[in-house]
């Protein structure tokens, strides 16, 4: 469901005109390394990530990916806060 809903995205962008390009990748392990990696494949212009929700818990111990990604990207990173 998901990714029909995101090819629908991308579909609806180069319609208009953005030229924008869907891959997809399974990965086990770290998130945020995977992500960095297929960006630099890609030659990625921007990453676009969500920060997820907050918790009670240390942020030292659990970082989330939009809280690591600016860190290993070579691009700039747009990290969208969770909505409340």
Same mark, same amino acid.
């Given at each position: 469901? #998901?990714?029909?809903?995101?090819?629908?995205?991308?579909?609806?962008?180069?319609?208009?005109?953005?030229?924008?390009?869907?891959?997809?990748?399974?990965?086990?392990?770290?998130?945020?390394?995977?992500?960095?990696?297929?960006?630099?494949?890609?030659?990625?212009? #921007?990453?676009?990530?969500?920060?997820?929700?907050?918790?009670? #818990?240390?942020?030292?111990?659990?970082?989330?990916?939009?809280?690591?990604?600016?860190?290993?990207?070579?691009?700039?990173? #747009?990290?969208?806060?969770?909505?409340?």
């Amino acid at each position: 469901m #998901l990714q029909m809903k995101v090819r629908h995205q991308v579909a609806d962008l180069q319609a208009a005109g953005v030229e924008v390009e869907l891959k997809t990748k399974s990965t086990f392990g770290e998130t945020a390394p995977a992500l960095v990696e297929v960006a630099r494949e890609c030659r990625a212009d #921007l990453i676009v990530t969500g920060e997820g929700p907050r918790r009670r #818990l240390p942020r030292i111990a659990f970082r989330s990916i939009g809280q690591r990604m600016p860190r290993l990207a070579s691009c700039p990173v #747009l990290v969208i806060p969770p909505q409340n």
